[in-house]
């Protein structure tokens, strides 16, 4: 069984900065990606982030690129994202995902994620 746990939630003000962190937790399943997805209410889940565990590669939603860096951390199959110059709109749930294989074209669709936390809500208000 394997367990994705975020940590790092809660509220900042509009320009400031966030942390999020996330492990997976497998006896016998090492992760080829872990990413970031996010809910705003009454909105539909969307992609963040994502970066292959192997050679660091990353990817990012348009909306958050230049302000979000996601990066492997020292403990195996654990990653952060780091939110800079965060907005209103950005107040979400934010979800991580754990997954295999996959070819970077599909690295954005969550359906090819097989695991995920239960979220942590960040939320930007002044």
């Known amino acids: 069984q394997v367990q994705v746990v975020e940590t790092g939630g809660g509220l900042v003000q509009p320009g400031g900065s966030l942390k999020l962190s996330c492990a997976a937790h497998g006896r016998t399943w090492g992760p080829y990606f872990m990413a970031w997805f996010r809910q705003a209410p009454g909105k539909e889940r969307e992609f963040v982030a994502t970066i292959r565990l192997s050679n660091g590669n990353t990817a990012y939603a348009d909306s958050v690129t230049g302000r979000f860096t996601i990066s492997r951390e020292s403990a195996e199959d654990t990653i952060s994202l780091q939110m800079d110059s965060l907005k209103f709109e950005d107040t979400a749930v934010y979800y991580c995902?754990?997954?295999?294989?996959?070819?970077?074209?599909?690295?954005?669709?969550?359906?090819?994620?097989?695991?995920w936390g239960r979220g942590t809500q960040v939320t930007v208000s002044s």
């Open positions: 995902a754990a997954g295999g294989l996959m070819g970077w074209e599909r690295v954005k669709e969550s359906a090819r994620y097989n695991y």
